[in-house]
C-alpha cells in the first residue's frame, strides 16, 4: 500500500502543478488568433485538473495514506516545471508546455495501474483520466500545427513577396 500512496502524492503534487501553469496560461496567454479559444480551453482543462486532485487525494484516504496540502511540497515532489510571471505566453509556447505537462501525466498513469490491488480499486479512475489525457494531447498536437500555420501566416503578412 505504502507504494502506491507514494506514487499518488506524487501524480497528486503533478497535477497541482500543472493547474497551477494551465490557470497561468488561461489569464496570460497572448499573440494568439484564436485567444478566446485557447483561453477558455486552458479554463476547462484546469476545471477538470480540479476534479482530478480531488479523486487521486481521496484514493490516498481511502489507501489509508495522508495526501500533501502543502504548495512548497507539491512544487518540490513534481515532475512538472512551474510556470513564472516571466514564462513566454505566446500560444505556441503555452500549447508546446500543455503538451509536455499533459504527456508527463499520461506517463505516470501505467504505473498506478501496475501498483493498484484488486479490491480497493483505482483502475477505472486510471482509465477515466488515461481517456482525458489522451484527448488533450490530440487537441494540443493539432493546435500545435494551427499555431504554426498562423506564424506562417504573419511572417507572409508582414514580409509581402516582392513583385517584379
Ligand atoms: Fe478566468
Request: with cysteine; hydrophobic share 40%; proline share 2%.
Amino acid at each position: 500500500m505504502e507504494e502506491i500512496i507514494k506514487k499518488l502524492n506524487i501524480l497528486l503534487s503533478d497535477l497541482q502543478v500543472e493547474r497551477a501553469n494551465l490557470q497561468a496560461m488561461h489569464w496570460n496567454l497572448q499573440g494568439c488568433h484564436s485567444f478566446i479559444t485557447f483561453h477558455n480551453y486552458f479554463n476547462t482543462l484546469y476545471d477538470y485538473n480540479s476534479i482530478h486532485i480531488d479523486a487521486i487525494a481521496e484514493f490516498i484516504r481511502i489507501y489509508r495514506g495522508t495526501p500533501i496540502v502543502s504548495l512548497s511540497k507539491y512544487v518540490r515532489r513534481a515532475s512538472l516545471e512551474e510556470l513564472t510571471q516571466e514564462s513566454d505566453y505566446s500560444a505556441e509556447a503555452c500549447i508546446d508546455k500543455a503538451f509536455v505537462d499533459a504527456d508527463l501525466i499520461l506517463s505516470q498513469l501505467p504505473q498506478i495501474f501496475d501498483a493498484t490491488t484488486s479490491e480497493l480499486d483505482i483502475g477505472d479512475y486510471m482509465a477515466t483520466m488515461q481517456a482525458d489525457y489522451g484527448k488533450r494531447l490530440w487537441f494540443l498536437r493539432s493546435s500545435m500545427k494551427e499555431t504554426k500555420e498562423e506564424k506562417k501566416e504573419e511572417t507572409l503578412d508582414e514580409n509581402p513577396p516582392v513583385e517584379d
